[in-house]
């Protein structure tokens, strides 16, 4: 089984959302064929990638400690970027603000619960929503400095209740998520 945990949107922000991808489709012009685009009903922020894993049952046991030691978040959704870089960019996503910081320590909580059932990640936590993935061989400076030059949105307010064990499969339509258990904050 191959898990990750994450914020899941509600359908007012799945909305916002669906709305910014067809602007920055429509700023990008014939450029945006680079881009592969995540659908808007699969957008989600991952707070913890757990890759292969033999069974769920010690990760859903893990995180039900987690809700005793966090509490409702409020975070906001907007501008863009990409990873790496604007030089070489392979995802273009956007950000996420957490002004009251809950959302970093509930991926701290994150870590320490699941730091008995799987490996640490090493990558920084980086919240954002990915809104699509470069195409291999696409990723020039000309894409990053169209996604640099995209115009800005207005941010959107997201008060996630609670947080979601995914399960990640590969099917013939490509990688589809299943919801395995969700915890309220």
């Given at each position: ?14 909305a ?5 991808q ?8 014939p ?40 509490g ?17 960019p ?14 970093a ?16 990640e090493?990558r ?24 640099a ?35 309220p904050?």
């Amino acid at each position: 089984m191959r898990l990750f945990v994450s914020l899941n949107p509600d359908p007012a922000l799945l909305a916002w959302f669906g709305e910014a991808q067809r602007k920055a489709r429509a700023e990008l012009g014939p450029i945006e064929s680079a881009i592969r685009w995540v659908r808007p009903e699969a957008v989600h922020l991952t707070l913890a990638f757990l890759g292969e894993t033999g069974s769920a049952a010690p990760v859903e046991a893990a995180l039900g400690k987690v809700t005793e030691t966090t509490g409702p978040l409020a975070v906001e959704v907007g501008g863009w970027g990409c990873f790496p870089n604007v030089r070489r960019p392979a995802v273009l996503w956007m950000g996420i603000v957490d002004p009251t910081g809950g959302l970093a320590r509930l991926h701290r909580a994150l870590a320490i619960a699941l730091s008995s059932v799987t490996k640490p990640e090493r990558r920084p936590f980086s919240p954002h929503l990915t809104l699509g993935r470069v195409r291999p061989g696409r990723g020039d400076a000309r894409l990053g400095r169209a996604i640099a030059s995209l115009s800005p949105v207005p941010s959107h307010p997201w008060n996630p209740r609670g947080f979601a064990l995914m399960e990640s499969r590969l099917d013939a339509s490509g990688v589809t998520h299943h919801l395995l258990a969700e915890y309220p904050l």
